[in-house]
């Protein structure tokens, strides 16, 4: 993990340097900014994960002498069933139209990404795992 995390942060300071050139050179905002934009998503991700190796145990694909099956094993929970992603994403959908059909489109898709984002934070607070 702390191979990626110096592969982003190498990315991140690249598009500062190109964004700053492309910036001077050709003058244009909208290039620009989606290169500063780009520079800050690499700067993110780069130093989460640099963040994140130094406090998990050393992963197999730091280690230079590790073999594919050093890696195999549990991976993290997954979980094995859930209906709120399909709500979310139909109601990102129908929200993403709104700019196409009319803004009158929101009023009935943030019932349905309100009730997709409620599903999905305290899909575990039901049933056998509720709290009391």
Known sequence: ???QGYMFAWL???MLVVAIVYGLWAREPVGTTALFLSFGLALMIGFYLIFTARR???GAQDNKEADVA????ELG???PHSWAPLALGA???FAFLGPVFGWWVA?????LLLVGLWLWVFEYYRGENRTQ
Request: proline letters at 4%; glycine letters at 8%; aromatic letters at 24%.
């Open 91 to 93: 109601g990102a959908a």
């Open 107 to 111: 009023y009935f898709t943030a019932p």
């Open 12 to 14: 991140a300071a690249f």
């Open 77 to 79: 929970f997954f979980s």
């Open 70 to 73: 050093d890696d195999a094993g």
């Open 1 to 3: 993990m702390k191979f």
């Open 56 to 58: 998990v145990d050393t």
